[in-house]
């Protein structure tokens, strides 16, 4: 067992498993994989990124749907967490950003989690409420700026961060170049590019330290990325961190909200298998090789009916819709759609449940 197990405490909210669950969308983290976590006494994340992907009026009216969608989520996850702690993933480059927060807000969300981009008028929409605020990082740059920003212009500080690294999937908040050295295939290359990143890592909890002192509050800092093994946890554990942030591990869990045929793509992939791609969001992202991505490496493009989803988004541009492409994979069209994985995602083997991912992080008996 990893020794000294530490509650996960930001402000009020005390989760007995040091642990957050990653958000994933389109559709991937919804009200049954968040409420299961919570269950366990970790935290479970929903991600608002087209939350109403599948609700009737979804083509039509894409932003009430999705509305809709964030409270219904919600209400459910936290009926199915037994008293747990419930988050929600929101994207600062969402469009109508405001809108999803204030939604969350009202419909009880315990915690905001906020990355793709700075969320610097968060405090700002959660102002009166009891929902505790995080942005996610993966720079001592950006944190100082979010800190120095919500102190000057709102008076506070975050709740939490969370520090997501270069082994994350989806979105990352690095370049392809600061990527190169976790996707050249050699080991001590990559172990070095690690090491370098947890230098970075004590940046960002210094900082973060100077900024709880000033408001005379400790705020928890939470390590993403890459993290499948009780090793891999205690080695952050040991760098100061208060807790972690996984998502990968969770997906090939029978509570996982996507549909089976993306769970096996899962099970079925090999190291090789991963890749970064340009996002049509302009982020690099970490995804399964599959024909959908060969045929866009070959000049093809997609017919795109625009969904509103992003803030900065050139229809005309890119060569297909990111919710078209993982709306298609959530629900098992894996090889016309997009998936995204975590850089770890060649060691999983089967599916598996909640539980029994909590229990093998920690290496609980």
Known sequence: ??????????????????????????????????????????????????????????????????????????????????????GANIMVATRNYKEYVMTAVKAGVDLIISGAGLPVNLPEYVKGSMTK???????????????????????????????????????????????????????????????????????????????????????????????????????????????????????????CDADEAFKQAYVDAKDEDVVIIKSPVGMPGRALKNTFLEKVSQGYRDEIHCKQCLEHCDPASIPYCITDALTRSVQGDIDNGLVFCGANVGSIKEITTVKNVIQKLFDMD
């Open 133 to 255: 605020i995080a942005p996610i990082v993966s720079s001592e740059k950006a944190a100082r700026v979010i800190c120095r920003l919500w102190d000057s212009h709102y008076q506070c500080t975050p709740d939490m961060v969370v520090v997501e690294g270069p082994l994350a999937g989806g979105h990352l908040g690095f370049s392809e170049k600061q990527l190169e050295p976790f996707e050249a295939g050699d080991k001590s290359i990559a172990e070095k590019a690690m090491s370098d990143y947890d230098l970075e890592i004590s940046k960002i909890m210094k900082t973060v330290r100077q900024y709880g002192e000033k408001y005379e509050k400790d705020i928890p800092v939470v390590i993403a990325g890459g993290i499948d093994t009780p090793e891999k946890a205690e080695h952050y554990f040991s760098l100061g961190a208060s807790g972690i942030q996984v998502a990968t591990p969770f997906v090939t869990t029978k509570e």
């Open 1 to 86: 067992m990893i020794n000294h197990i530490k509650p996960l405490k930001i402000g009020h909210l005390v989760a007995k498993i040091p642990l957050i669950q990653g958000g994933m969308g389109v559709g991937v983290s919804l009200s049954s994989l968040a409420g299961a976590v919570a269950a366990e006494g970790a935290i479970g994340v929903i991600s608002t990124a087209q939350i109403g992907f599948n609700m009737p009026d979804f083509e039509k009216h894409p932003l009430a749907a999705n509305l809709q969608a964030v409270k219904d989520h919600i209400r459910l996850a936290k009926e199915k967490s037994k008293g747990g702690i419930i």
